[in-house]
């Protein structure tokens, strides 16, 4: 493995890291009194005004050219990205177990991000991705099969619409080359919010300040760890591995959630949980790992 494919799991890592935070948070922010397309549009409003502090402060210019040059691949990429994303991803963590949400948000993202570019690079599934997407999908229902049972209809369809949004997300992104740079970030970020404020306008909920100074915390933090530090770490990544990668580490997060319940809320990891992050992994080694190698052994074992 190279050193660049390192530095992008890295970043990939941390995305899954800091993503395996958005449930417990968002559910607390609920039972404060916030809806869910509250939650959604203050947690990028608040983490819009940390960006623009910085970035005015020093890269102005930068922004200004980045959204000049390129701002119709960067408002696609925060329509899918963020607004698709956000809104229905806070919404089924509404209606259905937070693990729940995660799988079936990481489950339909993998099969969209593999679907999608090979139909943009106008090629078939290869055998190997297709064991990763088997694999994948069958260790994280190990991971939550306790919970397949609990979620209504409504919360399933909102969590499998953010797995789309978040698969073509990743796939563009690479594509369009929009980059990895906190003006990058930022100007997601803005059409982004934007797009969550129009949608709040048509389906307005009350905000009271009551609420709001109530969550400061989640709200703060939802802001700095997910919004800020995820997206940045996962378009960082993806401008130095494959976006069938990320999507594949990023898998991972379901494990970090289990182990943060475990730390936050004294919830013990099943068996089944256990096997089905072995699987994950395993299915990710697949997926990267150069067989080249073993195949020069072999011909010089033959030869």
Partial sequence: MSRTWIVGAFFATLAAIFNATVGVMSVSLFNNGLAPQSVAFLKCIIALVMLLLYVISFKRK????????????????????????????????????????????????????FILSCLLDRRMIKFRELVSIVLSITGLSLIFSYDLGDESFNGLVNATFSGFGYGVFLVLSKRYQIGSSITTLTSLMMFGTFYLFIYWLIFPSEISLGSIAESSFYLLALAILPTIGGFYCTIKSLSLIKSESVQLIELSEPVFAIAFSFLFLSQIMTFNQAVGGVVIVISILIHEMEFGIFKRKIYKALG
């Fill in 62 to 113: 930068e922004l200004k050219n980045k959204i000049l040059t390129k701002w119709k691949p960067i408002s696609i990429c925060a329509f899918f990205g963020f607004f698709i994303l956000y809104t229905f991803e806070t919404k089924a963590y509404d209606t259905l177990n937070v693990a729940v949400v995660v799988f079936i948000l990481f489950g339909s993202s993998m099969i969209t991000t």
